[in-house]
């Protein structure tokens, strides 16, 4: 059994669609204590079921003001556990509790704030960001809306130039609101006022820690799996990887991992991921070298998506093969996280951005026979990432670029040859390896290299040369949803350009890509 039970403690976060919910989440992750985010139109069942310790409400685009903007739920209300309210979810509470909120007069406030504390509330005591006698606060704020009285039973605890009710309490009832937001970073003392609601306020026991999480899983996979045994699709990726160390931890040899190398991966990829966990781990990886099949495959294919989908069933089909020949095989491991399953939840309601479906290449079909164990579920990446350093895996895996099921598939543009993924994976991998030694690896969120199959006109010594262009592509984004291309030193790309141009033959010129996402995407394909 794990050694403390991490779901004991936990805090419901109710979405009003703001764009930081997730990150409220993962303060209050941080915080030591589990929480799971569900939409604001959720059941009163799955209110009882949850139990929660607190609630949070979210902020939000929507106006409360507006007929039909989402409500807190009644069942929210009566609940007898501390709520805390945040921008839309503290004015839906004024709203919904007798007080008033008005619209906007073009005096909406965005970005930072000074706060003044103006009464005591257990959320601020004692914080200050000046020097000066009164407390203030640098506090972050996006709203249009303001709250222009409070309901019954609370004080006013903060007020900024803009929005003279910036922060109210009625701490007997246990119900707080604050109009910025203390889950991002520019709200200097907001991870430390969240910590104090879910720690103090709700009186949770901060037992979610990297610690206990792996101790919970262990134990619930063995108790899942029993002496079945279980297969993982391991792609080299941090939420494969992880899983493949977590189920080894549990299950040892009744785990099989199976690597298909298709023949798309970067420059060594293959030998790396079987050195790390065959060789030093112990665990059980077959390695499937289907270069040649995928080859073949795409041979004549151009179109992008035409590509994804014949990498992706042909992936399907040799996974399915290895599965076959492993006899005893019940379960079917998958690195799905937490985001997956919300993003999957709200894009089946409606209420939120759909995912990709091309962003599920590798996944399987649905009428395999196996069961499902994902014992990421719960977790989110930076989560899953602090857990695989306590299994041992190396920092540089865990925290390495994300790389696209179809790998150099989708940055050869058009027809995928083998001679163009041995060019690309060369350039791709001087680009890479210059991003380290400058220290900018961990500066951008994704860099790699793409292959365009056009030839320029170049010279070297006396003699003209026709040869093909790579691009280089490094972007700064949080989301991936969006995202600017990364400011690189101009000696950097120079040096990166010309390390290519001089080692590989058949590349006579470098470009870097400058577009935006939107109206660019970061992949090229
Ligand atoms: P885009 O190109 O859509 O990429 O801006 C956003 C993020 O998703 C990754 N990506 C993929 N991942 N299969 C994947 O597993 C795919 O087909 C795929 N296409 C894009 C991309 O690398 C980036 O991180």
Redesign the pocket.
């Known amino acids: 059994m794990a050694s403390q039970d991490i779901h004991h403690d936990r805090i419901l976060i109710i979405d009003f669609g703001g764009q930081t919910t997730q990150l409220i989440a993962r303060r209050v992750r941080e915080a030591g204590v589990y929480c799971e985010i569900h939409p604001w139109d959720l059941t009163a069942e799955s209110i009882t079921e949850f139990d929660p310790s607190g609630v949070i409400l979210s902020g939000g685009p929507e106006s409360v003001i507006e007929n039909n903007s989402p409500k807190i739920a009644d069942e929210i209300l009566k609940l007898s556990v501390p709520i805390l309210g945040i921008c839309y979810g503290m004015q839906a509470l004024v709203h919904q509790l007798g007080g008033q909120v008005e619209a906007h007069r073009g005096e909406s406030e965005f970005g930072y704030a000074l706060m003044d504390v103006t009464d005591a509330c257990s959320l601020f005591d004692g914080l200050s960001d000046s020097e000066s006698a009164n407390a203030q606060l640098d506090v972050w704020m996006s709203h249009g809306d303001r709250v222009a009285s409070i309901p019954e039973g609370f004080r006013t605890v903060g007020t900024s130039e803009n929005a003279p009710i910036a922060a109210m309490a009625n701490a007997e009832a246990m119900r707080f609101g604050i109009q910025f937001h203390p889950e991002v970073t520019h709200t200097k003392q907001g991870a430390v006022m969240l910590q104090r609601f879910v720690l103090e306020v709700c009186n949770c026991a901060g037992n979610w820690t990297p610690g206990n999480i792996i101790d919970n899983a262990v134990a619930s996979a063995q108790q899942l799996v029993g002496d079945e045994r279980v297969l993982l699709g391991l792609s080299g990726g941090v939420d494969s990887s992880v899983v493949a160390a977590l189920l080894h931890k549990a299950i040892g040899t009744q785990l099989t991992c199976v690597f298909v190398d298709h023949g798309l991966l970067r420059l060594n990829e293959g030998d790396q991921v079987m050195q790390l966990f065959a060789d030093n781990m112990g665990v059980h990886v077959i390695r499937v070298n289907a270069e040649a099949r995928f080859m073949s495959a795409l041979e004549g294919v151009t179109d992008p998506e035409a590509k994804?989908k014949v990498i992706g069933n042909l992936f399907i089909e040799v996974f399915e093969e290895e599965a076959a020949k492993l006899e005893g095989t019940a379960w079917l491991a998958q690195g799905t996280i937490y985001p997956d399953v919300i993003e999957s939840a709200a894009s089946s309601t409606g209420s939120a951005h759909l995912i990709?479906s091309?962003?599920n290449?590798?996944g399987l079909p649905e009428h395999m026979a196996l069961k499902l164990i994902e014992p990421l579920r719960e977790l989110f990446k930076d989560e899953v990432r602090r857990i695989g350093v306590d299994l041992g895996l190396p920092p540089n895996m865990l925290y390495r670029h994300?790389?696209?099921?179809?790998g150099l598939g989708?940055r050869i543009l058009g027809e995928v040859r083998r001679d163009y993924a041995n060019i690309l994976r060369q350039a791709d991998d001087i680009f890479i390896q210059a991003l380290r030694a400058h220290d900018l690896y961990d500066t951008v969120s994704?860099a790699f290299a793409v292959f365009l199959p056009v030839k320029s006109v170049g010279v070297t010594g006396d003699g003209r040369r026709y040869d093909y262009v790579v691009a280089l592509r490094a972007v700064e984004t949080i989301d991936?949803m969006t995202?600017r291309a990364a400011h690189l030193p101009h000696e950097f790309l120079d040096e990166v350009s010309r390390t290519i141009c001089n080692s590989i033959p058949n590349i006579s010129r470098v470009t870097y890509d400058i577009s935006s996402?939107p109206p660019a995407?970061?992949?090229w394909e």
């Open positions: 994804r990709k091309h962003h290449v590798g994300p790389f696209p099921g179809p989708v994704q991936f995202a996402k995407t970061i992949e």
